[in-house]
């Protein structure tokens, strides 16, 4: 838990000097000073302030932040911090007991329970980049950009998001998974953006019906070019 902290943003209002706008979790990367939170806690943030569990409240900046997978890199000016030790993601199996720990509903380091329901998880935000490992571990607003770790201790995922009808736990929620967060941490902190290339062609699921009007047998599986973007590196390279 000291690895952990509480994110308070701000943004400016008219008239006041500061205004509280939302709370998040974020935790420590690197002991100089990094830390990893969701790009929706800090977005459009004029201050950030990360506050431990032994009542230190540091100022920080953010290095990057990537709207596409919810992950954005903080900096503050602090050595000596705890950072967490990170696990093989991939590793992870259906079935692990998992803990995640964040800032609920403004109650800093708090801890709960669960398992890994599922793996894989895509479809929660069509405008992202998506392999989420789901956990029934509870996850409530102000939890986002916490941390999902194994019983060793080991980050797993960091807390993203929840499906919920009421805006509060229901068992469902979702963390992007520690391998991905390392390669879009490494570009944010080197370049303070994702650098992502574009193939330049438009896909659909070749769906039964689809590979019946094409004459192929309705049980062929891929995907269908529905369109080639002009000038891209698909149409150079002879894509149709």
Known sequence: DPSVATVKSYVRRPGRQRFAEGLGTAFVYDANGYLLTNHHVVENAAGIIVGFRDGKELEATVVGSDKHTDVAVLKVQAGNLVD????????????????AIGNPFGLGHTVTSGIVSALGRSGIN????EDFIQTDASINPGN???????????????????????????????????????????????????????????????????????????????????????????????VK
């Open 126 to 129: 069509p405008e992202g980049y």
């Open 84 to 99: 967490l030790p990170i696990a093989d993601s991939d590793r992870a199996e259906v079935g692990d007991f998992v803990v």
């Open 144 to 238: 986002s950009g916490g941390a999902l770790v194994n019983l060793g201790g080991q980050l797993v995922g960091i807390n993203s998001a929840i499906l919920s009808r009421t805006g509060g736990n229901i068992g469902i929620g979702f963390a992007i998974p520690a391998n991905m967060m390392k390669v879009v941490m490494n570009q944010l902190i080197k370049y303070g953006a994702v650098k992502r290339g574009v193939l330049g062609v438009n896909i659909q699921t070749l769906a039964p019906e689809i590979a019946q009007s094409m004459d192929l047998p309705p049980t062929t599986q891929g995907a269908l070019v529905s369109q080639v973007v002009e000038g891209s590196a698909a149409e150079k390279a002879g």
